[in-house]
């Protein structure tokens, strides 16, 4: 299978689980491509962000997507990522978003919320999801068994 695991970070958290997944996807002999989302002004505080070229996504089969929270939401450039990438129609996706504090109501279920329906507004069909807190003890067995359902 052909997929994209398609993330957008800054200081690297939500990226380094992207490269992690890419390398279990290549031990399971699925072909697996890494994008970042490309930002030309990126500054954490900084809401109406620009971005780059977009990488297509069609010629995958399935995309899964990542991204942190930011201010309580999902971070601005998936958002905006997402609103203008092509039609996932008939695609698989799977999603996560990273965050660092540890009560539930800080952002990661509306922010997963979010990304889920600007996916689903593109047609997606969506599969598995998580919310990885950076600064939960457990956070690699969180990771360890998303990446194992995908
Ligand atoms: C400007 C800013 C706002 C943030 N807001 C939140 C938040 O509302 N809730 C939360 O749990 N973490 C918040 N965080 C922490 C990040 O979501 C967390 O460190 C994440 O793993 C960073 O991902 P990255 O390394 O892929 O950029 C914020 C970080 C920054 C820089």
């Known amino acids: 299978?052909?997929?994209?695991?398609?993330?957008?970070?800054?200081?690297?958290?939500?990226?380094?689980i992207g490269q992690k997944i890419v390398r279990f996807l290549e031990s399971q002999n699925h072909e697996a491509q890494l994008i970042r989302v490309n930002v030309t002004d990126d500054q954490p505080s900084k809401t109406?962000?620009?971005l780059g070229d977009i990488e297509s996504v069609a010629?995958?089969?399935?995309?899964i997507f990542g991204s942190p929270?930011?201010?309580f939401s999902l971070a601005p450039a998936m958002v905006k990522y997402l609103k203008q990438v092509e039609s996932l129609s008939g695609k698989t996706v799977s999603c996560f978003?990273?965050?660092?504090?540890?009560?539930?109501?800080?952002?990661g279920?509306?922010?997963?919320?979010?990304?889920i329906s600007l996916c689903a507004e593109k047609g997606a069909?969506?599969?598995?999801?998580?919310?990885?807190n950076w600064s939960n003890n457990d956070?690699?067995?969180?990771?360890?068994?998303?990446i194992s359902k995908i």
């Open 1 to 16: 299978m052909k997929i994209a695991v398609v993330i957008y970070s800054y200081t690297g958290n939500s990226f380094s």
């Open 48 to 50: 109406d962000v620009q």
């Open 59 to 63: 010629p995958f089969d399935k995309v």
């Open 69 to 71: 929270v930011r201010a």
């Open 97 to 107: 978003v990273t965050k660092q504090l540890p009560f539930s109501w800080t952002g």
């Open 109 to 115: 279920t509306s922010a997963l919320k979010k990304m």
């Open 125 to 132: 069909v969506i599969d598995k999801t998580a919310i990885i």
């Open 139 to 146: 956070r690699d067995r969180m990771i360890d068994d998303f």
